[in-house]
């Protein structure tokens, strides 16, 4: 069984804004659905924009990085592995976060941080105060990792997201049903 997520969450820029969005096309048309055929109609029509919204979550919210001193939490989609800092060897970026484990494989990241570009200055002004290091979703993980107290001997964890699942489940059970009846 995977641990519980940890606090510190590493998303997709912009993910939950897209994930708002959707759900608010797929409310306007349920309910235009709703108005204009009735609650059967509409209850018909609802599995297939049900199931977009659910793949908007899917690749955009659920596929995060969160991580604590005891180690991180990878989800990639529906499949979700814990890794206790022990085990992680590098931490790296290319397209995408790339975690080196002790074992010589790589996990890479779908969701996770990345590296900001660096503020642009307009003339005449001078850098802010702040430690951009401390903005860095890498810094921040090798911070993370360095300061860890993770058990050597602990294992890694794979699981998948069981309640993702059982939403699409119903979804497509929804929507066979659905197809079966308009026949």
Known sequence: MVTARPPRAFRVTGAVVLLVLCSAVTVALLVDALVRSGPANAALLAPWPLLVLWVVYVFGVASDVRADLTGLRVQNLLRRTWLPWARVRTIAIRWQL?????????????????????????????????????????????????????????????????????????????AAIAVAVTR
Do not use: C, N, Q, Y
């Open 98 to 174: 790339e975690l080196g484990l002790d074992d010589a494989t790589t996990l890479v990241a779908f969701g996770g941080p990345a590296r900001r570009r660096p503020r642009r200055i307009g003339p005449g002004r001078t850098k802010e105060t702040g430690d951009e290091a401390t903005e860095d979703g890498i810094a921040a993980l090798h911070k993370l990792r360095l300061e860890s107290r993770s058990d050597p001997a602990s294992t890694i964890e794979r699981g998948w997201d069981l309640p993702a699942i059982a939403v699409l489940l119903v979804l497509i059970v929804w």
